[in-house]
């Protein structure tokens, strides 16, 4: 295959796996929320949100 086709696809590929990593690190996030709201809640709230 053409090096520079290889280089190309290569790019590509790396481009979307930090964009789906960059997605997956925004849902982490929004699952855990805000780590000062969290920080209030009371003890079972806490459980229940686990």
Known sequence: M???LEYSIMQHHASELRQAAAEHRRAR?????DPAERR???VIARLFAS
């Open 2 to 4: 053409n090096a520079e």
């Open 29 to 33: 996030q929004a699952r855990r929320g």
């Open 40 to 42: 209030h809640r009371s």
